[in-house]
């Protein structure tokens, strides 16, 4: 039903009477059916979303706003989140570092490979999660203040991965990318699953860091030959 009362019967009725919208103000609405197929419960990254270069209208800057093709001189803050030395850019640069193959025990291309195998399984229950909290109460969006809690795929991926090979406790990763501990925890939770389900398995390291200086220790060290023929499975 449309605010009117008017049944939605078709995809026609829904544009046209969207089309219809009119203001005194002299708003005019332009509407019209897009066919494309786009995938539910997919989110992209925080850092991502900072990079864009956004410039935030003074009134309801998080509502209204203006989405330049290149980056403007008069963009505000939010465009300089991503500049060097941000929040963003620390936690950017602290996932390159989890995701070395000496932590991972898997090259870049594998990981992708892996995330790309996982991704539709995690749409699927993403689409259910939002589904069943639809109405449900806020959750709180940071610990500290200083990340969005949200966690990408990508990165819950490499996270159940380094937890796959018990390389350190939720605790360590939660303090590397300055989330809560249930949050590492839902992660986990939800990724093993997908893959157990997948046939991924990782060689457990030999030890476990109780530390996050102890478990970048390695990433600091030069590269062997060696290190490209880690076995992952």
Not at 78 to 86: L, Q, T
Not at 105 to 113: F, I
Not at 150 to 155: A, D, G, L, R
Request: proline share 7%; hydrophobic share 35%.
């Amino acid at each position: 039903m449309s605010w009117r009362g008017r049944p939605l019967t078709s995809h026609e009725v829904v544009v046209k009477t969207i089309a219809a919208t009119r203001t005194s103000g002299g708003l005019r609405v332009e509407a019209a059916l897009d066919p494309g197929d786009y995938p539910t419960g997919v989110a992209i990254s925080t850092e991502r979303l900072d990079a864009l270069p956004l410039e935030r209208h003074a009134v309801h800057g998080s509502w209204n706003y203006t989405l330049h093709p290149q980056p403007a001189s008069c963009c505000t803050e939010a465009v300089h989140v991503g500049a060097p030395g941000s929040p963003a850019q620390r936690r950017q640069a602290m996932l390159q570092q989890l995701a070395d193959l000496r932590l991972t025990g898997m090259t870049s291309t594998q990981l992708e490979r892996l995330v790309a195998t996982l991704a539709p399984a995690q749409a699927a229950r993403a689409q259910q999660r939002h589904s069943q909290q639809r109405g449900g109460p806020r959750q709180s969006g940071t610990r500290s203040g200083v990340f969005h809690q949200k966690i990408s795929n990508h990165e819950r991926v490499l996270l159940a991965v380094l937890y796959q090979r018990r390389l350190c406790t939720m605790d360590v990763l939660a303090d590397l990318l300055d989330v809560s501990r249930s949050s590492i925890g839902n992660t986990i939770r939800e990724i093993r699953p997908l893959l157990e389900q997948a046939g991924h398995t990782s060689t457990p390291a030999p030890t476990r860091s109780r530390s996050a200086a102890e478990l970048l220790a390695p990433v600091t060290l030069p590269t062997t030959p060696n290190d490209t023929h880690i076995p992952t499975s």
